[in-house]
């Protein structure tokens, strides 16, 4: 999977939606670890090649853990125990290892114990996982500012709580959350959350001409289970209650003048499989989910919201090490949806859209490079630029069939902080070459 700053939202509730996603992850997106060293050095390789590859693993001991709690990261690992050295991949040791996001340094070398047994010894670092974040982000839409406690290796066990809160141009909200991830032999994962706040939407167009102006009140809650299935697959059932209360206007249908109560069911199937090359994460993922929902709306076609969405992301070193291609294609489809369920730019993996323009209907994609430019002892420093393709409704508000293509160059840099568990700060200019116009986007704290 592919981490991409796609710029700032000036929407409460996409952003709470992103914070939900970030949460609920089985596992964090190692883009956040970046190391120049490889798994074994020339003299541990020297070392492990000398050793009888017939030699059975029978254990793998972890140095340096502070937080992690030993048996949490054993059954991370448990499958490369019970075979031979020659059986063995260290290099798919390191990348499980990685995968979990909570180390900073990795290093492994394998010693001989007995005649017949041999084990792996695996040192690392933490990284610090309870953070007090601050959060600022400023684009074309307005600016957003604010900050969350959260710990992302909470009991030792890779659980995850956040607690905050931001204000922007358009209101203040507060959130709250926790997620276990799944484990292995059918044992689900679980998040809960809760949100709410004041806030005044805006909704417009391609042109980025404001169609849609209301005040609101919402709040919302909701739990998910995870079920991890085999190594690469995942499955999840979510339920999620919104109210939203809204001043007095006739601009959309699906919409009461005094408020909305909808409660809302998600199945989603994931599938993901990553390799590590000592600067970044070569990942190939897909993921479809269905939701449907149920709302106190006096008009029968808004009563039974549905909504499908997909993705489908690769990224893979290209030359070197350090230079590194990405693709993702996605897309949101509903029908009779309410107005909070419409989503922004980010479903069809692009930012060359209007930060306000929210639509349930969208398809897009975009392909590119990074490439890695400096490491610091503290954070990795990375460029990159993609070309941007979307498909979606003209007018979000109007129930017809008409529908714009939209296409533009985007770039920026990045920062990924080597010692916190959470990339550190993003800047990002695009360009939409059909409607002529730039977007900007800043965001420090928060990956998007």
């Known amino acids: 999977m592919c981490a991409i700053f796609a710029g700032a939202q000036d929407q409460s509730s996409e952003f709470n939606r992103k914070i939900r996603a970030e949460s609920e992850k ?78 900073d340094d990795i290093k492994i070398s394998v010693a001989q114990t007995s005649d017949t047994e041999a084990e792996i010894n695996v040192s690392v670092k933490e990284k610090i996982t309870f953070i007090p974040l601050p959060f600022a982000m400023a684009s074309s839409s307005g600016y957003m500012a604010g900050g969350v406690v959260m710990d992302t290796n ?10 905050g ?4 141009n358009s209101g203040f909200t507060g959130m709250a959350s926790f997620s276990k991830p799944a484990k292995d032999h059918g044992i689900p994962g679980f998040s809960i959350f809760a949100s709410g706040g004041k806030s005044t939407s805006e909704f417009v167009n391609l042109e980025e001409d404001t169609i849609l102006k209301y005040k609101s009140l919402g709040f919302s809650a909701g739990f998910s ?41 998600s199945l989603s199937f994931g599938y993901s499989k990553s390799d590590w090359n000592g600067v970044f994460m070569s990942t190939n993922s897909a993921a479809v989910s269905a939701e449907f929902g149920l709302t106190d709306m006096e008009d029968d076609d808004y009563r039974y919201p549905i909504g499908l969405s997909f993705s489908i992301g690769e990224q893979h070193p290209l030359f070197i090490d350090r230079l590194r291609m990405y693709q993702k294609i996605s897309g949101f489809y509903g029908k009779h949806n309410h107005i909070s369920s419409f989503k922004g730019q980010g479903a069809a993996s692009v930012n060359i859209l209007p930060g306000s323009f929210h639509t349930e209907k969208i398809i897009g994609g975009n392909a590119g490079f990074e490439l890695a430019v400096a490491k610091f002892s503290w954070a990795t420093m990375s460029l990159y630029g993609d070309y941007q393709l979307v498909y979606t409704k003209k007018n979000t508000l109007v129930d017809d069939d008409e529908y714009e293509f939209m296409h533009g160059p985007n770039g920026g840099m990045r920062f990924y902080l080597a010692k916190v568990a959470f990339p550190a700060l993003a800047l990002g200019l695009s360009y939409n070459v059909t409607k002529s116009y730039w977007q900007f986007a800043a965001a420090m704290g928060m990956s998007f």
Do not use: C, W
């Open 165 to 168: 809160g931001f204000f922007s």
């Open 154 to 163: 909470a009991f030792g066990r890779k659980d995850m709580f956040m607690v």
């Open 26 to 103: 089985s596992a964090i997106d190692e883009e956040n670890a970046k190391s120049d060293e490889k798994n074994l050095s020339d003299s541990e390789e020297s070392l492990q090649s000398e050793l009888d590859q017939d030699l059975i693993v029978t254990k793998i001991n972890f140095i340096g853990l502070k937080k992690t709690r030993d048996s949490y990261i054993q059954s991370k690992v448990k499958k490369f125990t019970g075979n031979s050295l020659a059986e063995t991949d260290m290099h798919d040791l390191e990348t499980a290892i990685q995968l979990e996001g909570l180390f």
């Open 225 to 265: 289970l995870t079920e991890k299935i085999g190594e690469h697959f995942s499955f999840s059932n979510g339920f999620n209650f919104k109210y939203l209360a809204t001043e007095e206007h006739d601009d959309y249908p699906g919409m009461k003048p005094e408020s909305i109560i909808a409660g809302e069911t």
